[in-house]
């Protein structure tokens, strides 16, 4: 029987190595993607994107029960971060959430965000 602990460990190790897999897809295809480090209750997400024009995308990575509102409430919080951290308008920033999909590779993962956000619309 495993321990919660040695189940945190392989959820730890799996969500790993999506962020890896999602990291090395991405930069294959050209994105100018790279890995973010932790910055502890000041997370700043898992990948972010460099667009031109100084336009970012922040990339939160699940590989874990589907909890869309959670998801996107945390990345919503590490965009915010991001663009604090660096000085930057939070204009500047997007942010998404990939989730694997069990048994297909990154290009198969979900992207979620708001319709506000997809569709640039003002904040309410």
């Given at each position: ?41 000041e997370d ?81």
């Amino acid at each position: 029987m495993t321990t919660i602990a040695e189940r945190n460990k392989a959820n730890r190790r799996k969500g790993a190595a999506w962020e890896t897999e999602l990291l090395a897809g991405l930069r294959s295809v050209g994105e100018d993607a790279e890995r973010l480090r932790l910055t502890g209750a000041e997370d700043e997400g898992d990948l972010v994107i460099r667009e031109d024009g100084g336009l970012f995308i922040v990339i939160e990575t699940k590989n874990a029960r589907f909890e869309p509102g959670p998801f996107l409430d945390e990345a919503e919080r590490e965009r915010l971060n991001f663009a604090k951290h660096r000085g930057i308008s939070p204009d500047q920033v997007e942010s998404i959430v990939i989730v694997k999909r069990r048994g297909k590779g990154w290009r198969k993962a979900f992207v979620l965000t708001t319709v506000e956000a997809y569709l640039g619309l003002d904040a309410e």
